[in-house]
């Protein structure tokens, strides 16, 4: 079999939840899998690390996808012409793009489609392009991917896609995130918190991970503590920030507040691992790769009781609603000062975690290309 597959979001050091979800899927089908030939497709030169087996034919095919109109470039008129050469059985596209123009059996992982209910989050011509596009891939496909329950659900009634033309495969952890030594925590905060216990986030900083408001709560909870808890911020930032910055401008405690940008996973494995619990108070999220991570590191997570996070953290993280900011700064407290409830939650991820790996990941979305191939 010949699959062709879309790896924009393969690019070195700069992975996110898609390109890991893409890193750890695509690593394991085609090492699992020699018998059959993959064409990678790439929009600018690529790292030899992605190249993970011998039955790989990596295709650059330009240029860069930054904004829509390259994207509509790239997938309607560019790869076309290529898919004709290859001719392949199938094109799976983990980021959920696909081409219209293209007759060949197609899948997309569509992650969510948070854009169609907070389109004004998203940059115009960003929020136009998904809401128009994605729809017509959602039809076009031979089957759909997701990553969680929830998204399946969205998908089936926003779409009015049939539910049983969508497989959910979950995403997993990488194996780097476990727990760390007292000792290691001990260096950790000295060097970076001056020894002070803190939160963390971790996630691209955009409207719709609610940034602005867990900065208040979190500036309402110190009002509140003894003890001189920071906020580290783990990620880069995307767009639409100017509320997020004015906000934290306006904070009392905003020195408290630590900006860490792009992290590698080594580092965020220690940052996260010494943390008192993750943060992750999204309005919005397809699964939540974090509250994952943190489970693996015996970390409790304080996260929205909406969309799909209930999924992922069952019943080992702390729920609030993302937009009450007496519900984030509660729960903070209660983190900060209940050893007890800590570390029940910590115990409970030890269990939850176990539902979650990148080799039942891929070995879900190998049998979701098999279904389409089959079709």
Known sequence: MRIAVNTRLLIKNKLDGIGWFSYESLKRITQS?????????????FSDEFIFSKNIEP??????????VL???????KLPSVLNKINPDLFLSPDGYLSLTSKVKSVPVIHDINFTHYPKDLPYSTRLYYN???PQFAKKAERIVTVSEYSKQDIASTYHIEKEKIDVVYNGSNT??????DEKKVKAKNEYTNG???FVFIGSIHPRKNVSRMLMAFDKFRKLSPKPYKLIIIGSHFFKNREMKNTHKSLEYKKDILFFGHQSPENIKCLLGTARALILASKFEGFGIPVLEAMYCNVPSIISESTSLPEVGGNAALYVDPFSLDSISNAMIKIANDDKLRNQLIENGKIQRENFSWDKTAEKLWKSVLKATKS
């Open 132 to 134: 128009y596009f994605f």
């Open 196 to 198: 002070s216990d803190y």
């Open 59 to 68: 295709i650059i095919v330009g240029p860069p996808t930054r904004h829509p």
């Open 71 to 77: 994207w509509y470039y790239w997938f309607e008129k």
């Open 176 to 181: 780097i995130y476990k727990p760390i030594t």
């Open 33 to 45: 899998h020699p018998e059959h030939q993959f064409y990678f497709f790439f929009d600018r030169p």
